[in-house]
């Protein structure tokens, strides 16, 4: 058995461009795969040797407008927990009625929002934080319609005012700074009983109506038949709307109850709420020529949350052949700040409901005519 002679490499004559001296090479192997050291050097060993395949290429970085989206939305829902949060503490303390809650609250949601996310658009991003934070106030906060209606342009007016004080601070800080006394002089009314505006207020409307003064003091002391709300403002809201009455007569201490719509909440599982009011004759002045009528509230728990409604002082007199001028007066105290937005609103919306009054009272004295 013979055994395999080793190989010699025997030294050839051939030229090198090698110097003379210089050290002998063996010949290099040529490797099948020339990345495979690279990919070695991003392991340990003891990783090669258990994968041998490549590692896997790390998740690229987040773009900058995906960044911006999750940040934004980070920003919407601390602001919106923010806001809830401000609310119930001002429930709490019997300030839901103040100008801190309807001017604080989406002071709050833009802040919350343009500090945290650093949107491009502080007006806009504050503007769709405030309509989702309204979709969501009737649910947790048990609100009615008619309040988020009436609040809804204040939280978007004072929204897009903060928005914009922070937008030009950015760019001009003196004069976006000089705002802010303002915006604090808002949110302070109602603290304290602070108002800019005076509380008592009346809602008066004057109609002549196709009646004699007795055919309208018969009617005002029989009970009327309520129709619907003329007015596209009482039925935009919508306010509550008077559907019965019982009780008669224009002698001192006769009574009136009249029932309106229930009250709709917004919050969760909630029902209607029954709502009314109760009136007694506190001063009454009738003779053929005219006269004069005043009712006192006694009750109510229509109107209890936007305004404390006082009486009704109803004033008639003759203004020619079987025409009567009657004057509706609606007095009540404002219970909502801030005044320079509540008080206007509930200062036209009482001279509408004065104006209903009138018409609803003045049917029933044409009826009789006829």
């Known amino acids: 058995m013979t055994t395999p002679e080793a190989t010699v490499h025997e030294p050839t004559n051939e030229p090198t461009n090698e110097p003379a001296g210089a050290p002998v090479h063996p010949p290099r192997e040529i ?4 990345h495979r050291h690279d990919r070695r050097d ?3 060993d003891a990783q090669w040797d258990a994968d041998p395949e490549p590692l ?3 998740h690229p970085p987040l773009a900058p407008e995906a960044r911006r989206a999750r940040l934004l939305l980070a920003g919407i829902a601390l602001a919106l ?7 119930k503490l001002l429930d709490s303390a019997g300030a839901q009625q103040t100008a801190l809650f309807y001017v604080g609250i989406p002071a709050v949601i833009a802040l919350t ?5 650093r949107p491009r658009s502080a007006v806009g991003t504050a503007l769709a934080t405030t309509t989702v934070g309204l979709a969501l106030a009737g649910p947790l906060l048990n609100e009615g319609i008619v309040c988020l209606v009436i609040a809804a342009p204040l939280f978007y007016g004072v929204a897009a005012l903060v928005g914009g004080i922070v937008q030009k601070a950015r760019s001009h800080r003196g004069r976006a700074i000089a705002a802010a006394p303002l915006l604090l002089v808002l949110v302070a009314e109602g603290i304290g009983g602070f108002s800019l505006l005076p509380r008592e207020d009346a809602g008066v409307a004057t109609v002549v109506v196709q009646a004699t003064p007795e055919q309208v003091a018969a009617a005002l002391a ?3 038949a309520y129709g619907e709300f003329e007015a596209p403002f009482l039925r935009a809201v919508p306010f509550p709307e008077p559907v019965s009455a019982t009780g008669h007569g224009l002698r001192i201490g006769d009574e009136r109850h ?3 719509t229930p009250r709709r909440s917004l919050g969760i599982d909630a029902g209607t709420t029954p709502r009314a009011m109760s009136l007694r ?4 002045q009738v003779s053929d020529g005219g006269g004069h009528v005043r009712l006192d509230v006694t009750s109510d728990t229509t109107l209890a949350r936007w305004m404390d409604l006082h009486a009704a002082d109803v004033t008639w007199e003759a203004a020619g052949a079987g025409r009567t001028r009657v004057t509706w007066a609606l007095e009540y105290t404002r219970t909502f700040d801030p005044s320079w937005y509540f008080g206007p609103i509930q200062h036209y919306a009482s001279g509408l409901a004065a104006d209903y009054l009138i018409d609803t009272f003045a049917a029933t004295a044409e009826r009789a005519d006829a």
């Open 56 to 58: 896997r290429a790390p």
């Open 113 to 117: 929002v343009i500090l945290t996310a």
């Open 42 to 44: 991003l392991r340990s």
């Open 258 to 260: 009249v029932t309106f």
């Open 222 to 224: 029989a009970p009327p």
């Open 281 to 284: 004759v506190a001063q009454s």
């Open 31 to 34: 490797d099948p795969d020339p």
């Open 81 to 87: 927990f923010a806001a809830m949060l401000v609310a």
